[in-house]
C-alpha cells in the first residue's frame, strides 16, 4: 500500500504510516478536528520510487490546492524522541510538480546529517529507519502555535505554556521571529499579543483532553483559520521532561538527588538501586536526617520536606548539606525554604536521626581517639578493611540459585563499622573546621593548599600504581597508543597481550570502575578498556616535570612549606586559635586522605554480590527466565526468588535504562510538581563571558577544554582541561595528565575536588551546563579563586 487516506489509518499500523501520521489519524479517531489528508507509506519508500499517479489521485480527491507536505519517520514522536524539526516539512504546496517535488525532498531529509546525528544520540540505527509522508489540507490560519500541556522549561506539569504567532506559525516553530509567550497557571493571561484569553481556555482544555487521553504531557501543534475554527496539526509526547516523583498527597514535597554525591548522573540499574538506597539513609542517619529514598528516573533522590518544614531542622538543613550535596542543592534548598507553601509548622514530625547515647559515646571515642593516634587509627582502619574483604566472600560454595539468592539476601556490610567511619569523620572534621578559626588570617587558596598532596588516599594510590604500570609498559608504546582500549582489552583476557604488570595491578584495584556504587556495572577486572584508555593517557606525557609522581610530590611539598608559614602567622595573631588550627590541620594531613577508604572497603562485598548474581542471572537464563545473564541486574531479588518468566520484565526495564542514560542534565532538587528548581532561581549576571561556579581547588590555568561524558574512551593530552558533567574515583587517573578540572556538580570534599587538590590541579564545580556551554578545544582559563571558567577570546 502506498498512499493511505489518514481517516483510513487503523491502530497498530505505525511502521506504514509512521509517527506522526499515527498520531494524525489518532486525534480523528477520537473526533478531534484536524484538516484532512493522506499519506505516502513508508512502503512507497522502502520501494525508493514515488508513486506520483497514486499520490496525485489523492491529491486531486482532496480538492487540490495548498496542502502541507510534512516528513513522518518510523522513528518519529516516540516516547523519548521527538525529532521536531530534524525533518522537512514544505507548506503552501500547489500543483502537481510541487508536491511531487516536496514527497521527494522529505525522504531525502532522511538522510540529512541533522537527522543522521540526532539518532545517533538516542541510539537508533540508521538502517532501520522509513520515511513516510503526511499530505494535508492548508489552514487559511489567522494564528497558530504551540501549547506544552507542562511548562518545558522548568517541568512543572501544573502549568502550560503556549507560543504562538500570527499566520501559519512557521515563525513558531523554527524560531526565526519573536513570538508571544504564554504560561497558564491557575489564573488565565491577561488578554495581550496574538491570542485572547477565550482561545487560551480553549487550548487548556484540549491541552487537558488530550494529555488525560495519551496518558502524559503532549507537545500540540494547532491552527485557528479565519472563521475562528481551531484545527489541531499534531500531538505527540513532550520528550524532554524529567519523571515525575512519585505520587503523594496533595501538598507539595521535595527532593534532592544524591548520585552526584558518588559521581554518578547516569540512572542506576534496579538492582543497584536496592543497595545504595541502604547506603544513602545510612550516610543521612549520620547527618542527623531521616529521610525516604525514592526512584525517580532511575536516580536516587531523597525527600527532605519534612525536614523543609521543621521549625528547628530546616535551620540547619544547608549547613549538612554543604559537605557532600555542594553548592547547587544548598542554593536550590534556600530557595524552597522561602516559599511559603514550605514555611515551617508546629508539631511538624522533625524526621531526625536521634542518636543512642551509646552511639554517641562511641562516635565521640572514635573521633577523639583518632585525632590523638592518628597513627593507631589508620592500622585499625586497615585491619577492618581486610576484614571486611575477608568477610565479602561466602563462608562455603554457593552451588544452586537458592544458595546464591540467601547470600545475597543475607549479605550485610561485615564488622569493624567504628574503626572505618570515625577515623573518616575525624579527619573531615580537621580539615573543615580551620576555615572558621582562621577567618581574616588565612585565604581559603591557602587552606586548599595545606590539603593538597594529601597522603594515605587509597585513590591516589591507585593513580600513581597505575601511572607505574604505565612506566613499566612504555616499550609497548606503539600497541598501547595504536589500538583501540576495547581491543586491547579482549586480547588481555583472551590473554594475547605481551607483559605489562596490569595483573598486580587489577588483583588490587579490578573491584573498582566507573559509577562502582551500582552493582550493575562491570568493575574493571571483567572490563579493563577504561584501564587501557587511562594508560594510553599517562604515556602521552613526556615531560619529566608534568610525571604525576612528581606533580604529586610537589603538592606535598609546598603543603607542609605553607602549613609551617600558616600556623606561625596564626600563633603570633591568635595564639590559641593559631595553636588549634596547627594541631587540626597536622591531624588533616594525617587522617582527611582516609576519606576515600570507606567507599573502597565499601566495594568489596559489592564485587561479591556482583559475581553471585551474574551467576544467578546464568542460572534463571539456562532456565529461561531471563535472555542473558547479566539481565539480572534489571530484575530485583524478590523477582528472580519467583518461578516468573522474566525476560519481558528485563528487556522493558532496559530500554527505560537506555533512555534515561541518553538524558545530560538531571535536576538537583525536585518538586512533587515536576518543577526542576533550579531553573527558577534567579540567574546572576555573568562578568566578562565567565561561566559562574565554585572554586574548590587553588590556582589558574588557561588551556584547551577536553568535555569527556565516558572517561573508558576519553583522550586527555597533557595540558587540557577535563571538562565533564561529575566525576567519581575511576576518573581520577584523567587527572594526572589533566591542567585543571571543570564540573557540573559536586561539594569541595567530593571525591573530584578532593584529588584535584592533592594533584594541585585548579578545579572549578558546579558550573550549570558546562558540558554544553564549553566544546573539546576550546580555550578557557579555569580560575579556582574566583571559581568561575572563562572563555578565552583569541585575537
Keep these: 500500500m502506498s498512499v493511505i487516506a489518514l481517516s483510513e489509518v487503523r491502530a497498530g499500523t505505525q511502521e506504514l504510516v509512521s509517527g506522526k501520521a499515527a498520531g494524525l489519524a489518532e486525534l480523528i479517531r477520537h473526533g478531534d478536528r484536524v484538516p484532512p489528508g493522506f499519506c505516502v507509506t513508508t512502503e512507497a519508500h522502502r520501494r525508493g520510487v514515488v508513486p506520483a499517479a497514486e499520490i496525485l489521485a ?24 521527538s525529532f521536531a524539526g530534524q525533518h522537512d516539512t514544505v507548506l503552501g504546496v500547489t500543483g502537481a510538480d510541487d508536491l511531487l517535488a516536496a514527497v521527494e525532498a522529505c525522504w531525502a531529509s532522511l538522510h540529512s546529517a541533522r537527522a543522521a546525528a540526532y539518532r545517533d544520540a538516542h541510539g537508533i540505527a540508521q538502517d532501520t529507519v522509513r520515511m513516510a509522508v503526511v499530505v494535508q489540507r492548508m489552514v487559511d490560519a489567522e494564528v497558530s502555535g504551540v501549547l506544552f500541556t507542562a511548562n518545558p522549561l522548568t517541568g512543572n506539569r501544573t502549568e502550560m505554556m503556549v507560543d504562538a504567532a500570527p499566520g501559519p506559525g512557521t515563525t513558531v516553530v523554527d524560531g526565526t521571529a519573536p513570538v508571544d509567550h504564554y504560561v497558564l497557571g491557575p489564573a488565565t493571561p491577561a488578554a495581550t499579543g496574538c491570542v485572547p484569553p477565550e482561545l487560551l481556555e480553549r487550548l487548556r482544555s484540549v491541552g487537558e483532553r488530550l494529555q488525560e487521553r495519551a496518558g502524559g504531557p503532549q507537545d500540540v501543534e494547532w491552527s485557528v483559520d479565519r472563521s475562528g ?12 521532561l524529567f519523571p515525575l516523583p512519585p505520587r503523594t498527597g496533595p501538598e507539595p514535597r521535595v527532593y534532592v538527588e544524591f548520585g552526584h554525591v558518588q559521581g554518578m548522573l547516569q540512572p542506576v540499574t534496579p538492582m ?49 548539606m554543604a559537605v557532600d550535596f555542594g553548592p547547587r542543592a544548598q ?76 547470600y545475597l539476601r543475607d549479605n550485610g556490610s561485615g564488622d569493624g563499622a567504628d574503626a572505618i567511619t570515625w577515623p573518616i569523620v575525624a579527619g573531615m572534621l580537621a580539615a573543615t573546621l580551620p576555615q572558621q578559626l582562621l577567618k581574616g588570617i588565612a585565604t581559603a587558596d591557602e587552606i586548599h593548599a595545606v590539603l593538597a598532596g594529601m597522603p594515605h588516599n587509597v585513590t591516589i594510590e591507585m593513580d600513581l600504581a597505575l601511572w607505574q604500570v604505565a612506566q613499566g609498559a612504555r616499550q609497548h608504546g606503539e600497541l598501547l597508543l595504536g589500538s583501540p582500549p576495547a581491543e586491547l582489552a579482549a586480547r588481555y583476557l583472551a590473554g594475547e597481550l605481551p607483559e605489562l604488570g596490569l595483573a598486580a595491578f587489577l588483583d588490587r584495584y579490578g573491584h573498582r570502575g566507573v559509577a562502582e ?13 577504561p584501564v587501557f584508555a587511562m594508560i594510553a593517557n599517562y604515556l602521552r606525557v613526556t615531560d619529566p616535570e608534568q610525571a604525576p609522581d612528581r606533580r604529586f610530590a610537589r603538592a606535598a611539598a609546598t603543603a607542609e612549606s605553607t602549613l609551617t608559614d600558616l600556623v606561625a602567622r596564626a600563633r603570633r595573631r591568635r595564639p590559641v586559635r593559631g595553636r588549634l588550627a596547627g594541631f587540626l590541620l ?4 594525617s587522617l582527611a586522605g582516609l576519606r576515600e577508604t570507606g567507599k573502597f572497603a565499601g566495594l568489596y562485598p559489592l564485587r561479591e554480590m556482583r559475581r ?29 526468588g519467583t518461578d516468573a518468566d522474566l525476560r519481558e520484565v528485563a528487556a522493558a526495564r532496559k530500554l527505560v535504562h537506555q533512555r534515561e542514560s541518553r538524558r545530560r542534565t538531571v535536576p538537583v532538587a525536585l518538586l512533587s510538581d515536576g518543577t526542576d528548581v533550579e531553573t527558577v532561581l534567579p540567574v546572576p549576571p555573568a562578568r566578562d563571558g565567565a561561566l559562574p561556579g565554585v572554586g574548590a581547588s587553588a590556582g589558574r590555568v588557561t588551556g584547551p577544554a577536553r568535555v569527556v561524558r565516558d ?27 589533566a591542567a585543571a578540572l571543570v564540573t557540573e556538580t559536586g561539594a569541595i570534599m567530593a571525591h573530584g575536588p578532593t584529588v584535584a587538590r592533592e594533584y594541585g590541579i585548579p578545579a572549578v564545580i558546579s558550573v550549570p551546563g558546562a558540558t554544553e556551554k564549553i566544546t573539546t578545544g576550546q580555550l578557557i582559563t579555569v580560575d579556582g579563586a574566583t571559581g568561575t571558567v572563562t572563555p578565552v577570546k583569541v585575537t
Design 612 to 640: 553471585q548474581l551474574l551467576l544467578l542471572g546464568a542460572d534463571l537464563t539456562a532456565a529461561g527466565r531471563l535472555d542473558r545473564p547479566d539481565d539480572i541486574m534489571f530484575v530485583t531479588l524478590d523477582e528472580a
Design 229 to 240: 475554527t481551531l484545527w489541531l496539526l499534531q500531538s505527540r509526547p513532550i520528550t524532554t
Design 517 to 529: 556504587v551500582d552493582l550493575g556495572v562491570p568493575r574493571w577486572s571483567e572490563n579493563p578498556a
Design 272 to 320: 543497584g538501586l536496592s543497595t545504595l538506597k541502604a547506603q544513602i539513609a545510612g550516610m543521612l542517619a549520620a547527618l542527623g536526617v531521616r529521610a525516604e529514598i525514592v526512584d525517580i528516573g532511575g536516580r536516587l533522590y531523597g525527600d527532605l520536606t519534612d525536614q523543609a518544614r521543621h521549625p528547628s531542622a530546616r535551620k540547619r538543613l544547608i549547613k549538612l
Design 58 to 81: 489523492a491529491y486531486e480527491k482532496l480538492g487540490a490546492g495548498p496542502v502541507a507536505v510534512r516528513s513522518s519517520a518510523t522513528a518519529e514522536d516516540l516516547p523519548d524522541a
Design 586 to 589: 597536622r591531624r588533616a594531613r
Design 331 to 406: 542554593a536550590a534548598m534556600a530557595y524552597v525554604l522561602d516559599d511559603p507553601r514550605f514555611a515551617p509548622r508546629k508539631g511538624a514530625a522533625p524526621r531526625a536521626a536521634t542518636p543512642s547515647l551509646r552511639t554517641a559515646t562511641r562516635a565521640v571515642t572514635g573521633i577523639v581517639g583518632a585525632l590523638a593516634r592518628p597513627e593507631a587509627a589508620r592500622a585499625r582502619m586497615g585491619r577492618a578493611v581486610e576484614q571486611l574483604r575477608l568477610a565479602a566472600v561466602p563462608a562455603g560454595e554457593l552451588r544452586t540459585a537458592a544458595d546464591r539468592l540467601r
Design 711 to 737: 572517561p573508558a574512551t576519553a583522550r586527555i593530552e597533557p595540558g587540557d582541561i577535563l571538562v565533564a558533567a561529575t566525576t567519581d574515583p575511576g576518573w581520577t587517573p584523567l587527572f594526572l595528565t
